[in-house]
């Protein structure tokens, strides 16, 4: 049983996954996780559509870092 219950977050550009570093800045001068909110600066709480993966650089709509649907997905074909 390899299925996971959480969502799988990881660049779509480069698969690395994001820990619980503080790399993302906003323009208010607040740096934070920007996976702890979706995307909200927790100073200002501007929303950011788009972030930013800090090994390849690629900027990607948000949303698109999280991969569940596609992992069950996946579950769903490797079990039969
Ligand atoms: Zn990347
Ligand atoms: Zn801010």
Redesign the pocket.
């Known amino acids: 049983m390899a299925r996971r219950s959480s969502v799988d977050v990881f660049c779509p550009s480069c698969r690395w996954e994001p820990t619980n570093v503080a790399f993302w800045g906003?323009?208010?001068?607040?740096r934070w996780n920007t996976f702890a909110t979706a995307g909200v600066?927790?100073?200002?709480?501007?929303r950011w559509p788009d972030t930013q993966c800090p090994v390849c650089h690629v900027l990607s709509p948000h949303e698109e870092w999280y991969h569940r649907l596609a992992g069950l997905v996946a579950d769903l074909l490797n079990g039969h």
């Open positions: 906003c323009t208010c001068g607040c600066c927790p100073r200002c709480r501007r």
